[in-house]
Nanobody, 124 residues
Framework: VQLVESGGGSVQAGGSLRLSCAAS????????MAWFRQVPGEQREGVAAIGSDGRTIYADSVNGRFTISKDNAQNTLFLQMNSLKPEDTAVYLC???????????????????WGQGTQVTVSS
């Protein structure tokens, strides 16, 4: 599976960004797709995930501000990020794999397919 993210950039606090992740390859491995973020020196954090049936899960830190969605026809994953905060600054990575249990969708160890990431910087 190949994953290519786009849409990152710099924005002021309170602003919005929309990330995209174009996926290609084994569709079975796209059963669950997710967004993670990573700050240098810190552990990779699960942000949001969506299953093939449309169910979603969010980290508490972004719930109500971020929305994950997927265009199945285009195999493209999106992350709409609103009300951005400086603490949202990170490299955002797209991931995909056959992760069956929803309660584990935000665990990095469940995924073997990763994109290269896109930088999001939020200034105060």
């Amino acid at each position: 599976v190949q994953l290519v993210e786009s849409g990152g950039g710099s924005v002021q606090a309170g602003g919005s960004l929309r990330l995209s992740c174009a996926a290609s390859g084994d569709t079975r491995s796209m059963y669950c797709m997710a967004w993670f973020r990573q700050v240098p020196g810190e552990q990779r954090e699960g942000v949001a995930a969506i299953g093939s049936d449309g169910r979603t899960i969010y980290a508490d830190s972004v719930n109500g501000r971020f929305t994950i969605s997927k265009d199945n026809a285009q195999n493209t994953l999106f992350l709409q990020m609103n009300s951005l905060k400086p603490e949202d600054t990170a490299v955002y990575l797209c991931a995909a794999d056959f992760v069956w249990t929803r309660s584990t969708w935000l665990l990095p160890k469940e995924y073997n397919n990763w994109g290269q990431g896109t930088q999001v910087t939020v200034s105060s």
